[in-house]
């Protein structure tokens, strides 16, 4: 990749039941333009993905949402699913998670139905985002502009709507990461 993350380190906050791919493939990603892209989650030692209509894999927690900072990472990955994003948006510590980071303006990226999240920590007013269509009226209740593009960044706010938009979504993350 052009863009350069070394230095940089990227939280990837997940519950069980993440889209495993919205987790992985950002990570790959991340990792391969030199950032180190940790796994956040209040879930334990591990945590589980969901493939498509099943159980996915399991994946160590490289660090407990009760130690973890907004201040400690220069940006923020909320993969999807139905599961997961639910499940965080009902933990009052992973909202607070996710509104430091709007508090210290760093990039965030939410994808497919990470946009609950964001909901909950009430961050949405004003912004133009996309999402999983289902969820488009929580977000519009939130405040939000919903449309329908593969990719949207409003002022370092990424979203894209579901696995297929990957390329896109991390390539905007990447560069907005890079560009401090």
């Excluded at 990570?27 to 796994?39: F, M, V, Y």
């Excluded at 297929?164 to 991390?170: G, V």
Aim: aromatic share 6%; hydrophobic share 40%; with cysteine.
């Amino acid at each position: 990749m052009a863009e350069t993350l070394t230095g940089k380190r990227v939280a990837l906050l997940v519950a069980d039941g993440f889209e495993q791919v919205e987790l992985t493939e950002p990570k790959r990603a991340l990792e391969q333009a030199g950032a180190t892209a940790q796994i956040v989650s209040p879930a334990g030692d591990r945590v589980k993905g969901w493939q498509h209509t099943d159980w996915g894999d399991a994946f160590d927690v490289d660090v407990p949402l009760d130690s973890a900072s907004a201040s400690d990472f220069h940006a923020l990955v909320l993969p999807g699913g139905v599961m997961n994003p639910d499940a965080l948006r009902q933990n009052e510590k992973a909202v607070n998670f996710v509104r430091g980071f709007f508090d210290q303006n760093k990039p965030v990226a939410a994808i497919c139905h990470g946009g609950w999240t964001l909901a909950e920590a009430d961050v949405l007013q004003g912004r133009r985002v996309t999402s999983y269509p289902s969820i488009q009226t929580d977000l519009k209740n939130a405040g939000a502009v919903w449309v329908d593009e593969e990719v949207v960044d409003d002022n370092g706010l990424i979203t894209s709507r579901n696995p297929n938009d990957l390329p896109a979504f991390t390539a905007k993350l990447i560069e907005k990461i890079a560009a401090g």
